[in-house]
């Protein structure tokens, strides 16, 4: 149990596009979701804690208006790179929690590149 | 705020032998999680194990268990009989006790294991 998906794994968008990246929680209900973003070799970087049905809370420095992050069910959210540019291409991670515990269950990632 | 140290940016251990990797961490709370993930080259992040703060024993989890020493603020993993699978990098992480709330994560080792 306990599993996350991501879709897509990977993209590549051209510069000034928008793009979207689904995150599911397959067999459990996920009351908070995380964003984070890697770049290789290093740690995650925390973005944005997203509740359902609630404004994201994204950390110091990340563009709220740039990465639009919404968690319409308790299955599922979303985060939308608006107006990509090269410079945001990374690998980009979801986390879900259930409710009630505190481990954190990951996606497998999705990679996105900006042309 | 919360921090966590991985002062070994890479390991190597050879084929079943064992090894330790460190983790300190900086917190003024009493009650919190500590965690290791792996995340092997497909980057898919795998608890490995974890530590509640107010409990006294180590985890341990088959070949992995660490060594816990709260008031010294340590969080060390060992794993026993490597093996050429467990070449990932391994993250230390750190959560306050309230149900969702965030992950902080160290910088990660890097294991490597020689055949």
């Known amino acids: 149990g306990a599993v996350v998906s991501q879709h897509p794994s990977r993209v590549i968008c051209k510069s000034g596009t928008s793009v979207k990246i689904e995150c599911r929680s397959l067999?459990?209900?996920?009351?908070?979701m995380f964003w984070y973003r890697q770049f290789p070799k290093q740690s995650l970087m925390l973005m944005a804690t997203?509740?359902?049905?609630?404004?994201?809370?994204?950390e110091q420095g990340v563009e709220k208006d740039k990465f639009l992050i919404n968690h319409a069910s308790l299955t599922l959210s979303t985060l939308t790179v608006t107006s990509a540019h090269p410079e945001d291409s990374s690998f980009y991670i979801c986390?879900?929690?259930?409710?009630?515990?505190?481990?954190?269950?990951f996606g497998p990632g999705t990679r996105l590149t900006v042309t | 705020a919360q921090t966590v140290t991985q002062s070994q940016p890479e390991m190597s251990v050879q084929e079943a032998e064992t090894v330790t990797l460190s983790c300190t961490y900086d917190?003024?709370?009493?009650?919190?999680?500590l965690f290791w993930y792996k995340q092997p080259p497909s980057r898919q992040m795998i608890l490995v194990i974890r530590?509640?703060?107010?409990?006294?024993q180590n985890a341990t989890e088959n070949r992995f268990s660490v060594n816990f020493q709260k008031a010294a603020k340590s969080f060390s993993l060992k794993i026993s009989d490597s093996q050429l699978g467990d070449a990932a990098m391994y993250f230390c992480?750190?959560?306050?006790?309230?149900?969702?709330?965030?992950?902080?994560f160290g910088a990660g080792t890097i294991l490597r294991v020689k055949s």
């Open positions: 986390s879900a929690r259930r409710p009630y515990h505190y481990e954190q269950y």
């Open positions: 067999d459990f209900q996920a009351t908070t």
């Open positions: 997203s509740n359902e049905g609630s404004k994201a809370t994204y």
């Open positions: 917190t003024s709370e009493s009650d919190y999680y």
């Open positions: 530590q509640e703060a107010y409990k006294q």
């Open positions: 992480a750190y959560s306050r006790s309230e149900y969702g709330n965030k992950l902080v």
